[in-house]
Nanobody, 120 residues
Framework: QVQLVESGGGAVQAGGSLRLSCAAS????????MGWYRQAPGKERTPVAM???????RYGNFVKGRFTISRDDAKNTLELQMNSLNPEDTGSYYC??????????????WGQGTQVTVSS
């Protein structure tokens, strides 16, 4: 089990950028996949970006090259650089620790979330 704490959310205007961070309570080097999910009001939680412990990444179709996920196993952190934000990116963003692979995973531990609000 690992505790995850997100930070970096906030309010920005459309076209702006944010960098989300997730700090883990222990070493993440053995965690197969880490990722970011988001949930908008009234909608299901959906995957945004995943990265495995080889550094391979996978993104949701809606990302379209705007976001970059990275993990630093030495610092036990996960980050998400988000550029060209639009109002549809508004929601709570959650960090997750998962077992499996980028395409078939089970996420067991979640952070509390950080709010991202993008105004037009």
């Amino acid at each position: 089990q690992v505790q995850l704490v997100e930070s970096g959310g906030g309010a920005v205007q459309a076209g702006g950028s944010l960098r989300l961070s997730c700090a883990a309570s222990r070493s993440i080097s053995s965690i197969e996949v880490m990722g970011w999910y988001r949930q908008a009001p009234g909608k299901e939680r959906t995957p945004v970006a995943m990265i495995d412990n080889r550094g391979d990444a996978r993104y949701g179709n809606f990302v379209k090259g705007r976001f970059t996920i990275s993990r630093d196993d030495a610092k036990n952190t996960l980050e998400l650089q988000m550029n060209s934000l639009n109002p549809e990116d508004t929601g709570s963003y959650y960090c997750a620790s998962c077992r499996g692979s980028l395409t078939l995973r089970q996420c067991d531990d979640w952070g509390q979330g950080t709010q991202v609000t993008v105004s037009s």
